[in-house]
Nanobody, 131 residues
């Protein structure tokens, strides 16, 4: 059983930075894609960024050039460095892991749909960006 625990959320001003971390415990595999989804009130559960075992990455258009994903396999941890944050980045951010993360947008609550479509998911961490 793999457990994902997010940390690093909080409140910042428009233009500020935060770094999220997701630590995987249990039978975590270096062969898994790891990444982040987010959900703002009233919005879909949307993919933000993914990093694959070979180091290749995916970024949503809305975060390209501002967010950077990285992973430390020795620590079973994935990071999301978020710079130039905007109020529209305000969301609950969820860490996910699966043999293949397809970066699909889902209707419904992230907490419910991620467990339906992905092998592993965290409980979420809130990021609030104020103007």
């Amino acid at each position: 059983e793999v457990h994902l625990v997010e940390s690093g959320g909080g409140s910042v001003q428009d233009g500020g930075s935060l770094r999220l971390a997701c630590s995987a415990s249990g039978s975590a595999s270096d062969d898994y894609d790891m990444g982040w989804y987010r959900q703002a009130p009233g919005n879909e559960c949307e993919p933000v960024s993914t990093i694959r075992p070979d180091g290749s990455t995916y970024y949503a258009d809305s975060v390209k050039g501002r967010f950077t994903i990285s992973r430390d396999n020795a620590k079973n941890t994935v990071y999301l460095q978020m710079n130039s944050l905007k109020p529209e980045d305000t969301s609950v951010y969820y860490c996910v892991a699966d043999r293949r993360v397809w970066e699909t947008r889902y209707g419904g609550r992230c907490g419910e749909v991620l467990k339906r479509y992905l092998d592993h998911w965290g409980q979420g961490t809130l990021v609030t960006v104020s103007s």
